[in-house]
């Protein structure tokens, strides 16, 4: 697990390593010939949604560079999803600004109905140092607005638009809490299976032992 030291004393941790889940086990078996290279949990988790899909469920920072670098390979797997996979998306929250800023940022993007235009555009603006073009910026610029006070709303929409974020940034913290997420990024597979990058072996390998587990999963 790298971790950096930011000068508000703020710990960031982004999951390079999986050694230190404690709580589940990777059970080797004979006819799995992925075993090892995927956690299963002892405490399954319930549902998130009552689609009755499998639930692929990623659990991501926008400022971790390793969640970064995942949405390529995300992005390309997403686009030949299996139809009977519901995909979940989840800003995981722990007890630090930092974290629910970048929750505030998503959840406002997604009620704004904005989230595809920006989501990749905000990544490459903190790690690629890229400028977001006039467009991409004024949707930016909206979503900051939708949970800022501005002068472009009005009190009581301020205060519903707070209400708002928070109930879902708490269900975010909750979630993870409940998932037992420790680092990022991380996929979980109907609530049952757990995947990281490194555990997997690369970006490429994990995507293959996500379709083996979805098989697996129905």
């Not at 990777?26 to 899909?53: H, M, R, V, W």
């Not at 467009?135 to 638009?161: A, C, H, K, M």
């Not at 680092?183 to 970006?203: D, E, F, M, Q, T």
């Amino acid at each position: 697990m790298k971790i950096k030291h930011f000068k508000n004393g703020l710990i960031v941790a982004c999951l390079t390593a999986s050694s230190f889940f404690l709580a589940a086990g990777s059970f080797a078996n004979a006819d799995d010939p992925y075993a090892g290279l995927y956690d299963t949990l002892e405490n399954p988790q319930p549902p998130i949604t009552q689609t009755g899909k499998v639930e692929v469920v990623e659990f991501f920072w926008y400022r971790c560079g390793h969640c970064y670098y995942l949405e390529g390979p995300l992005e390309s797997w997403l686009k030949n999803k299996p139809d009977n996979v519901a995909f979940i998306r989840i800003p995981a929250v722990w007890p630090s600004y930092s974290w629910a800023f970048s929750a505030k940022v998503f959840y406002s993007a997604k009620e704004l109905g904005v989230l595809d235009e920006i989501h990749a555009p905000y990544f490459e603006s903190i790690h690629r140092k890229r400028k977001p073009t006039e467009g991409e910026q004024q949707l930016i610029n909206q979503v900051f607005d939708f949970f800022y006070t501005s002068d472009f709303l009005e009190p009581e929409e301020v205060e519903r638009n707070r209400k708002l974020l928070a109930g879902k940034i708490e269900r975010a913290k909750e979630l993870t809490k409940n998932y037992g997420v420790r680092g990022v990024p991380i996929i979980y597979v109907n609530g049952r299976y757990r995947l990281s990058p490194s555990k997997a072996g690369g970006y490429d390998k994990m995507f293959e032992i996500l379709d083996y587990l979805i098989k697996k999963a129905r």
